[in-house]
């Protein structure tokens, strides 16, 4: 049997293979039977991975999605029974819906499914504006590959291919075949090809890239799904019609490739965290150049005397609601002028080096004033934060935001966490 050819990798061979179809819009019945029909095509045999196109079940059906999301669990059966049918492994995205705080999350995940059911998740982390998925979809975070017999497989969705950081991190981790499940259309269909090519060869793993064909209300989608190799050999490669394709995959293949190097293996820490602290006039220039990339630049400010799990965990969230976080920093004078003369405990250079090496923060600028309202009306913030415990309607720099078309945000703070209430304990002699 072909599970018991081992190699030098001490993985076996086994088959990966692709099933591009037409996804027709809300017809989750016709699209799981080309599901079916593509696997008895494909005829794989154990071990094995089969790969299905981005929302598989239904398509992009905005107004019904959170009724697919609800049928999430009866689709994921059908997979699993499937995929013990045929004993391999079949992965492809679904909508899922979660209820956080009190509101209805809708996510757009990849599963990987085994005879025994879900093995893993990675929810898709870039949403494609254009086709309105940022108004239907919430943001996936922390993309972790995942284990299975076949080895340690990570995974994208569409848009996600053209993040190569999001598929380097799970190289890193072990991560030896890519799955890509996506609706990629044909305008873009070079790039699908040579991001396809280039992830393989960057991060030296197999790429498996399903993709949709057909067309929806205006839009034509390329197919062309893909098996490449690790030195970015196509193995596989669909047109842009229905169909399947499968290959055998050797993982001493990519033991060769990383042979002589490993280009994963590389991850230097090459930008000093100091360079994060920048005056004013610096940081407009780097505000205005943010501005011609479209990015979402989010302002807080505080005095971070003592930096403790409730500031991080506040600034972490902040981070969460754009692409750049800016940290206004009281000075030391500033700090004096509203806690008094015994504040700040750690000086400005301090509290700003300690803030400039957190990774959620991307710059910090120091401010003489008691309020940051200067930096705010200079900076103009897409987005102004601050703790939960301060009303919009009191945040300073709020109305100037909302004028300039920003919005203004509160993120809840972690309760019992104070640098007040620390130095009151530290003082007591750290007793409770």
Known sequence: ????????????????????????????????????????????????????????????????????????????????????????????????????AGRSLIFNTLYFVGPEGVLGKIRKQQLFAPMEEDLFFTAGRNPQPVAT?????????????????????????????????????????????????????????????CNRCGISDDTEFGGHSMIVAPDGLVLAEAGGEPGQAKEMVDPALLSQCRKLFTAVASAPYRFPDRDKIVPLPVLKKIVENYRGLTRRVVFTNGCFDILHRGHVTYLEEARRLGDCLIVGLNSDASVRALKGEERPLNDEESRARVLAALGCVDHVVL??????????????????????????????????????????????????????????????????
């Open 1 to 100: 049997m072909v599970q018991n050819n081992r190699n030098s990798s001490n993985l076996p061979l086994f088959t990966v293979g692709f099933i591009q179809f037409d996804v027709k819009l809300g017809e989750t019945a016709r699209n799981l039977a080309e599901v079916r029909n593509g696997l008895t095509a494909l005829a794989m045999q154990s071990p094995g991975l089969a790969v299905l196109p981005e929302l598989w079940a239904a398509g992009f059906d905005y107004p019904r999605m959170a009724e697919h999301a609800g049928r999430r669990e009866e689709m994921l059966d059908a997979l699993r029974e499937e995929a013990e049918r045929y004993e391999i492994y079949i992965a492809g995205s679904l909508p899922e819906i979660i209820i956080e």
């Open 149 to 209: 017999e076949l080895g340690i497989l990570a995974g994208v969705v569409c848009y996600d291919l053209r993040f190569p950081d999001l598929i380097r991190s799970q190289a890193a981790k072990g991560g030896r075949l890519l799955v890509v499940s996506a609706q990629w259309p044909t305008a873009r269909l070079a790039h699908w090809r040579t991001l396809l090519k280039a992830r393989a060869i960057e991060n030296q793993i197999f790429v498996i890239g």
């Open 367 to 432: 401010f003489e004033e008691e309020t940051p309202l200067g930096l705010i009306s200079e900076l103009s913030p897409d987005i102004l934060v601050k703790g939960g415990d301060w009303p919009v309607e009191k945040i300073v720099g709020a109305e100037e935001v909302m004028a300039a078309g920003g919005e203004v945000l509160n993120i809840p703070v972690v309760e019992n966490f104070s640098t007040t209430s620390l130095i009151d304990r530290i003082r007591r002699g750290g007793d409770g």
